[in-house]
């Protein structure tokens, strides 16, 4: 045996030792490499899409159309590739305004125009999406008118606070319950007994603030859903183009086939013709 040929017989040797993945898995992670984007991507059926409805397709056009040759198939299948990346793209522009409507991006949008100089500083959340609850401002308005009646003497007996404040005693005895607590040992355990009140003012005046700008936010929120259901120029431009193209490819492609079959019409007649005269064919 020669250098030479021991040389080759080495080459083919290690060649049978990279022949890419053997494995299913291995296989499959190798047919994705191609796969950048959902939109403008190499492999037909995404994932999320199903086989089927990519052949149930294919084979209603084929009834519809009746390629007769392979030329003809081939430019069906070519069609069905085309519908069924229009559809994809109905697809991807719904997801894209959905994903533009998703609570998350609203608040954001909402949060960008309230703090935008005709409100102070205030961020809000998705509850803050929904209406106020009235219930809720009532109590903070009663809560509140209690303490005023109150004044600065906050420190007073349990019975007194009773009487002349029920909701703020009702409130410190739920409170106290959660605990697992008696009132005496529940406002102990606070640095000074009017830090409860305190606080319980401060909550009640963030809530009534809210409630006053709930109205605004609902407003606003409604503005920027209402925008967000249109595509923004960026994305719209990008769907256009692609839409344009789309279109051609398909127009192209239902030309070609009519002139395909127009074709083999012709040169069936043709074939038909034999000796000057035309044969008779069902």
């Known amino acids: 045996m020669t250098t030479s040929t021991q040389q080759i017989t080495a080459n083919q040797i290690n060649a049978q030792k990279s022949t890419g993945p053997v494995t299913k898995n291995g296989k499959n992670a190798v047919a994705k490499n191609a796969l950048k984007h959902g939109l403008f991507c190499q492999q037909l059926v995404l994932p999320h899409e199903k086989n089927e409805d990519f052949s149930t ?53 909402v949060n960008r125009t309230i703090n935008d100089g005709w409100v102070p500083t205030h961020t809000i959340t998705e509850e803050d999406l929904t209406p106020f609850n009235p219930e809720t401002l009532q109590w903070c308005q009663s809560i509140m008118a209690e303490q005023a009646s109150l004044g600065s003497n906050r420190a007073i007996e349990l019975s007194t606070l009773k009487k002349n404040a029920p909701l703020t005693y009702r409130q410190l005895s739920e409170e106290a319950a959660e605990e697992q607590q008696s009132i005496e040992q529940y406002l102990a355990e606070w640095d000074d007994p009017k830090q409860y009140f305190t606080e319980l003012i401060q909550y009640c005046k963030k809530q009534i603030k809210q409630a006053e700008l709930n109205p605004k936010i609902l407003k606003i929120a409604e503005q920027v859903r209402t925008k967000n259901t249109l595509l923004c120029e960026k994305d719209l431009q990008r769907f256009s183009k692609y839409q344009v193209m789309l279109d051609n490819e398909l127009y192209k492609a239902i030309k070609a086939l009519r002139d395909a079959q127009a074709w083999r019409l012709k040169t069936t007649k043709s074939n038909d013709t034999v000796n000057g005269f035309v044969l008779e064919s069902d």
């Open 57 to 109: 397709l294919l084979k209603n056009l084929e009834c519809s159309l009746n390629p007769t040759h392979v030329l003809e198939q081939s430019l069906v299948e070519r069609i069905a590739v085309t519908l069924w990346r229009q559809a994809r793209l109905v697809q991807a522009e719904t997801a894209q305004i959905q994903l533009n409507s998703q609570p998350s991006a609203i608040t954001s949008e």
